[in-house]
Nanobody, 136 residues
Framework: QVQLVESGGGSVQPGGSLRLSCAAS????????MGWFRQVSGKEREGVAA??????????ADSVKGRFTISLDQGNAKNTLYLQMNSLKPEDTAMYFC???????????????????????????WGQGTRVTVSS
């Protein structure tokens, strides 16, 4: 059973930074797409960034380009996904989730088209989320 555990959320002022982490254990696939999503209560979940295993392929939503950086540490028995968030804005306030899907191909991971698919169509494995609040 795959386990994804997010951490690193918190409260910051506008312009501040946070680094989210997602520890993936018991994920036995050697190739996969991992992504960060966020959701505000009452709204649909939004795909924020994604990265393909190996790290050479990434996707960013327009709303976070130039401010967020996704990275993946593939070491030992546990892979760790990161999201470095800089220049945070109040509109970045949300619950952030990480997710993984071994069926998503590299070109599809990079395209971000998966973010338009019906909920549950991709990324069957999810963490419990970590809350980010940006407020003065």
């Amino acid at each position: 059973q795959v386990q994804l555990v997010e951490s690193g959320g918190g409260s910051v002022q506008p312009g501040g930074s946070l680094r989210l982490s997602c520890a993936a254990s018991r994920y036995t696939y050697s190739t996969y797409c991992m992504g960060w999503f966020r959701q505000v209560s009452g709204k649909e979940r939004e795909g924020v960034a994604a990265i393909y295993s190996g790290g050479g392929v990434t996707y960013y939503a327009d709303s976070v380009k130039g401010r967020f950086t996704i990275s993946l540490d593939q070491g030992n028995a546990k892979n760790t996904l990161y999201l470095q968030m800089n220049s945070l804005k109040p509109e970045d306030t949300a619950m952030y989730f990480c997710a993984a899907d071994h069926t998503v191909e590299p070109y599809y991971c990079r395209s971000g088209s998966w973010s338009q698919a019906p909920p549950g169509y991709h990324f069957p494995n999810w963490g419990q989320g970590t809350r980010v609040t940006v407020s003065s």
